[in-house]
């Protein structure tokens, strides 16, 4: 749903999905060009913000959204503090979610 949400938003912009948090890591350190990333928590293999820290210590450059349902301002300052790029809760609107990606890639 939240590959569809994002190709809605941004219809030229090539999306790929990692289907567990072993796929992210191969994603991230061997496909060239990735210019955001869009973390949801709840992927599989991932335990919170683990896999942030886990993506900004094989990346640090990478911009990462993290993408939850758990939109507490505890967690949304950690994420942050972790090197977040920004936060989008899964509750926001569909149109939310290309203008964040639009507003981090700037």
């Known amino acids: ?3 569809a949400r994002l190709a809605m938003s941004l219809p030229r912009a090539r999306v790929v999905e990692a289907a567990g948090i072993e796929d ?15 973390l949801d928590l709840n992927m599989p293999g991932c335990h919170g913000l683990s896999a942030l820290v886990h993506v900004k210590s094989l990346a640090p450059e990478l911009p990462v959204i993290v993408f939850s349902g758990m939109d507490d301002p505890a967690i949304i300052r950690r994420a942050a503090g972790l090197g977040a790029s920004g936060f989008l809760s899964k509750a926001a609107p569909p149109s939310e979610l290309g203008v964040a990606v639009c507003t981090v890639l700037a």
Not at 24 to 38: A, F, K, N
Request: charged content about 10%; glycine content about 12%; overall charge neutral.
């Open 1 to 3: 749903a939240t590959v």
């Open 24 to 38: 992210l890591q191969r994603l991230v350190t061997s496909v060239d060009g990735i210019g955001l990333l869009l």
